[in-house]
Each structure stands twice: as C-alpha cells, then as structure tokens.
C-alpha cells in the first residue's frame, strides 16, 4: 500500500462526482448544501468514472475494485462504504446448477466487480465462466430471464436487494462468500482523487459528512424511502447494520486481500495497488 501526498504547493477547490442509490446514500447525502468546500457535480457512474479519466473531476465516488487497478488514483482514508458477511448487494443466481455456469451477465450498475464476480466463482463454485455486462437493468420485475440467452447474472444494489431467489436453481450472495473465504470486510466504494492533487482536507470534510449522515440515519432514511421504493424502516435497519464507513486497518487489510487474490488468480492485468492520499491538512497513516 502506497501512502500519497500531493506535489503542489496550494489546495484546489475540487469537483467531486458522485452517483445518488442505495449503497452510496450514507457518503453522499447532503453533499449539494454540506459541503462547501468543494464543488460537487451528480452523475452516473459511468460518467464518474469517464470524469475521472478525462480530468473533468480531481474527486469521485468510485466502486474500489476498480480503483485498484488504476494507478494514478488514491483513495480518501476518511470514509467508504464497505460491509462484512452477507450484505444482498451482490447476488449470483443461476438458471442451472453452478458446475454448468459458463456465461454470466452483470448488472448495467455494476460496481466495478467483474473481478470480484469471477474471483467467488472460481474460489466457491470451480468454474471461470465469460462475463458479460448488461446494457440494461437487470430489474427482476423487468428483465426477461426466462428467455435470455445468459445462463447466469450478477444483480447488484436495488436489483440485488429484490430479487426473488427462489425463481433460480441456484443463488449466492457475494459478500458473504468473500468472507467465508477471507474472514475481512470487503470495501465497496470510496472517494478516489487523481494522485498529483493536493485538496487539501477534503478527505477530512467527505469523512465529517458521513459521520453526520451516520448519526441522522432516521431522518435521512424517511427523506429517501419513497425515492428508493423502500420503507423507511427496513431502509435504516439496512443502512444501520449492512454498510460500515470506517476505514480502519480491517478494511484495508480487505482491500490488500483483494488485490493479492486477483493478482494471484491472473483475474486483471497489470499490478494492482492501493494508493492513499494523506492530506497536507491533517495527515493521516492507516494499515502498514
């Protein structure tokens, strides 16, 4: 793990991206009037991902697995969204019996875990079958399994969350399998900043912001309930006892554990790394 601080001399005001569903919600609420020290800009996790490649943003809500595998990103070490055992946000389901998995179809909103994906099934269920990403939701209420050629699909967040299992042969949560192997939070998303930049103590005031959201989580959760079809009180048992937004050294163990089991498993190519960036503000070390 790389420890990264900036090479200029004076903060920017930074333009932060981020994405507004379910698992993101406790980074990101309140983030247009809270955070003035920056200037935030929504979008779709595409263009997030698009902003960061182009330098339209200097920060971005970014899924983890696939900030890994850049190395011109570093991660903000104040919050990020990660969960331990089984979380329903990352469910495997096959039409058939696992051994005959070949093609898998990820959900548009994927999260970056067509890693993580192939990496459960090659350590749980033997098989390295062709991934394929989804143009479309794969909304159960919506999406035609039934004749869709895919004999399997990776559904996250929402889709995850609804989806009736019993409908399949075969059904895995994909968190609770990393854990069963590993014993270690798995880290879902985190802030990322291009790793030149010094923003001073904006990882600071993202972390702040996901305290507050974290001690106002019933509030916030009868706010957001009908926008996310849920109600509000399965929306804060979920939130209270699924996504954790510490960064500690367990999760960034996590995050090591991760890139050691890609890497070993010629799952990506290149060296995948975590950056930190340590502010000039209010410097920080975490893990080793």
């Known amino acids: 793990?790389?420890?990264?601080?900036?090479?200029?001399?004076?903060?920017?005001?930074?333009?932060?991206?981020?994405?507004?569903?379910?698992?993101?919600?406790?980074?990101?609420?309140?983030?247009?009037?809270?955070l003035r020290s920056a200037n935030p800009r929504r979008k779709t996790m595409d263009e997030v991902?698009?902003?960061?490649?182009?330098?339209?943003?200097?920060?971005?809500?970014?899924?983890?697995?696939?900030?890994?595998?850049?190395?011109?990103l570093a991660?903000?070490?104040?919050?990020?969204?990660?969960?331990?055992?089984?979380?329903?946000?990352?469910?495997?389901?096959?039409?058939?019996?696992?051994?005959?998995?070949?093609?898998?179809?990820?959900?548009?909103?994927?999260?970056g875990c067509a890693s993580f994906s192939q990496l459960m099934m090659v350590q749980k269920l033997r098989v390295r079958p062709e991934l394929f990403r989804s143009e479309?939701?794969?909304?159960?209420?919506?999406?035609?399994?039934?004749?869709?050629?895919?004999?399997?699909?990776?559904?996250t967040?929402?889709?995850?969350?609804?989806?009736?299992?019993?409908?399949?042969?075969?059904?895995m949560d994909l968190t609770q399998a990393w854990y069963d192997?590993?014993?270690?939070?798995?880290?879902?998303?985190?802030?990322a900043v291009r790793k030149a930049l010094n923003v001073g103590a904006l990882d600071r005031d993202l972390g702040d912001l996901a305290k507050r959201n974290n001690a106002d989580v019933t509030n916030i959760c009868k706010r957001e309930a009908d926008r996310l079809k849920i109600p509000a009180a399965s929306l804060e048992a979920f939130l209270s006892r699924t996504l954790r937004i510490a960064v500690g050294p367990q999760e960034v163990t996590g995050v090591r554990r991760y890139i050691k089991e890609i890497t070993s498993g010629n799952l990506v190519e290149g060296q995948p790394t975590l950056n930190v960036y340590q502010s000039q503000a209010a410097p920080q070390r975490i893990g080793r």
């Open 1 to 34: 793990m790389a420890v990264t601080s900036s090479q200029s001399s004076s903060a920017v005001r930074a333009r932060v991206g981020y994405f507004e569903d379910l698992i993101a919600l406790p980074l990101t609420f309140g983030i247009e009037t809270n």
């Open 49 to 72: 991902r698009e902003g960061l490649e182009t330098s339209e943003l200097e920060v971005a809500l970014y899924p983890t697995m696939e900030m890994v595998l850049n190395p011109h």
């Open 75 to 111: 991660m903000f070490p104040s919050a990020a969204i990660s969960v331990l055992g089984p979380s329903n946000l990352f469910i495997l389901v096959s039409k058939g019996f696992p051994g005959e998995i070949q093609r898998v179809l990820i959900d548009a909103e994927d999260y």
């Open 136 to 155: 479309v939701s794969l909304n159960p209420a919506e999406f035609d399994f039934k004749n869709d050629p895919h004999d399997a699909y990776v559904l």
């Open 157 to 171: 967040g929402l889709n995850a969350l609804f989806v009736r299992k019993a409908a399949f042969a075969f059904s």
């Open 181 to 191: 192997l590993t014993g270690l939070p798995f880290m879902v998303l985190s802030w």
